[in-house]
C-alpha cells in the first residue's frame, strides 16, 4: 500500500483555514465529502465520530503531525485528506507543540487489516524528518502530490 492509495488529490487541503481542533476535523471531513469519499450526509456523523476518538486522545503525535482517524461502519472505501496549517494548530499534541500538518483517515469499519495497513504507511512517512519537513513547506495540491509520489517511490532527501 502506498500513500497515494490512501490520500484523495481532491481531498488535500494546502492551506486550512481552521485555527482550531475542531474546526481543522470539520475541514478535513468536508474535503473527503467534496472529493466524492462520504456522502454529504455523513458529514456530522463522522466530524461526531473523529471528534470522539480525539476525546479519548490526542492524535498529535508531536512533531508538528496528527492523525485523527475513524473506522466507520457507512465508509465503504478507505481515504485520507491532508491539511496543511501555516500557523499551527492547538490539538493537545503528546509533545504539547502546535501541529501544522493533519492526515484524517476514513476506513471501513469492517476492514481493520486495511486500516492498520493504511496506518503503518502514514506513520512510516511522517517519522521521516525529511518528509514531515516537506509536507509543513507544502504550498499547494501539486507540491503534495509531488511529496507523496517521492514518498512512494522512495526518492526522498534525507
Given amino acids: 500500500m502506498k500513500m497515494l492509495d490512501i490520500v484523495s488529490k481532491d481531498a488535500i487541503v494546502a492551506q486550512l483555514e481552521s485555527d482550531s481542533r475542531d474546526g481543522v476535523i470539520k475541514e478535513l471531513v468536508g474535503a473527503l465529502i467534496s472529493a466524492g469519499k462520504a456522502e454529504e450526509g455523513m458529514r456530522e456523523d463522522l466530524t461526531a465520530k473523529v471528534l470522539e476518538r480525539e476525546r ?51 476506513s471501513p469499519l469492517d476492514r481493520p487489516d486495511e486500516h492498520l495497513q493504511a496506518m503503518e504507511v502514514i506513520f512510516k512517512n511522517l517519522n521521516q524528518d525529511s518528509f514531515r519537513r516537506f509536507l509543513r513547506q507544502s504550498t499547494s495540491t501539486e507540491d503534495v502530490v509531488t511529496l507523496l509520489e517521492d514518498a512512494d517511490n522512495n526518492d526522498l532527501p534525507a
Fill in 56 to 106: 479519548r486522545g490526542s492524535t498529535g503525535f508531536g512533531k508538528g503531525v496528527a492523525v485523527p482517524h475513524v473506522k466507520h461502519p457507512d465508509v465503504d472505501t478507505m481515504a485520507a485528506a491532508i491539511g496543511i496549517s501555516e500557523n499551527g494548530v492547538d490539538f493537545d499534541a503528546l509533545d504539547k507543540q502546535p501541529v501544522y500538518s493533519f492526515i484524517l483517515l476514513l
